[in-house]
């Protein structure tokens, strides 16, 4: 068992990271590939970032020894390309104790084999301009019911800050963006842990309606949660940790950091704010405990039926 534990202000607190991205060698060549003349070096030079070493594994242990230094347990790596999927499942495999393999899927595209290793499948709607209710999501779907494993769905807004940064277009389509939609395919796969991000960046009230009709969605709460500022009246991080806990309960929100880059590595500050958040509401510490952490690993080592 792993006794990592860091500093709360419930005292010392076991905690699993359900969101952070791995930005691996293969996700730069990706986006190089998409702008003439963009190499890596230059991607490191225009964005201040630490280009991270070829092997998978390398990357791996810089993130171990940063999650070390932030007493952090366990985290979900997130490959952020398609394609990319290998570069998780070299991490996790190095690593079983540490990270839970996470990988973006192109439904359109979707080759199971790929995806062996692979523990959360993450789709991206407005990304790939798909629709759930379209019939390529049901091999995904049978995917991760047959395997015991969780589908991660991102709805809502959709802003890649390293696409923003280096220039390259991000033809997203918002359509394909409500939680709503995810609605009937949740209920046919009741045994599949359905996890929307970011209490759904800007549609919360529909992914509460969501997760209070399918028992087996889960809200995860990473990032900065921005979204709120599209609110039509104002929210602050503890309405919406209260508005959740009322709705759904502390046994479906994952605790997410929304991790990404080096030299700033695992982003602290979102731990910080959300503890003090759930900490100002009350929370108890078995509360805390689970969405810190229980709640994911329970997802992961026994799957959703319990």
């Known amino acids: 068992m792993n006794l990592i534990e860091r500093p709360s202000p419930w005292g010392l607190l076991p905690v699993s990271d359900a969101h952070m991205h791995f930005f691996s060698h293969r996700f730069f060549e990706a986006l190089a590939e998409q702008k003439p003349g963009l190499t890596l070096d230059a991607m490191g030079a225009q964005l201040g970032w630490q280009m991270p070493p070829a092997e998978p ?16 347990a366990r985290a979900t790596l997130i490959a952020s390309v398609p394609g990319d999927e290998a570069s998780v499942a070299a991490a996790a495999r190095k690593h079983p104790d540490r990270f839970i393999a996470a990988a973006m899927i192109h ?29 390529c999501l049901r091999p995904v779907f049978e995917w991760a019911e047959q395997g015991q494993r969780a589908v991660f769905v991102h709805c809502g807004v959709l802003s890649v800050g390293v696409r923003d940064k280096l220039g390259l277009a991000s033809p997203f389509d918002m359509r394909f963006s409500n939680p709503i939609d995810l609605h009937s395919i949740a209920l046919r796969h009741p045994r599949v842990p359905v996890i929307v991000p970011h209490f759904g960046a800007g549609y919360f009230r529909e992914a509460l309606m969501l997760a209070d009709l399918c028992p087996n969605v889960y809200l995860d709460t990473s990032s900065s949660n921005r979204w709120m500022l599209y609110q039509e009246s104002q929210l602050n991080l503890r309405q919406v940790f209260r508005r959740a806990l009322d709705v759904i309960g502390p046994k479906r929100l994952l605790f997410g950091s929304d991790s990404s880059f080096f030299p700033r590595g695992w982003h602290q500050q979102i ?17 805390a405990r689970a969405i810190f952490g229980e709640n994911l690993l329970r997802i992961i080592t026994r799957g959703h039926n319990l």
């Open 57 to 72: 594994e390398h990357l791996a242990a810089l993130w171990t020894q940063d999650l070390d230094r932030h007493r952090v």
């Open 271 to 287: 731990f910080e704010d959300q503890a003090k958040a759930l900490y100002e509401i009350d929370v108890s510490a078995a509360d």
């Open 107 to 135: 439904p359109r595209k979707w080759n199971a084999a790929n995806f062996a290793e692979i523990q959360i499948g993450c789709l991206f709607p407005a990304m790939h301009c798909f629709s759930m209710h379209e019939d």
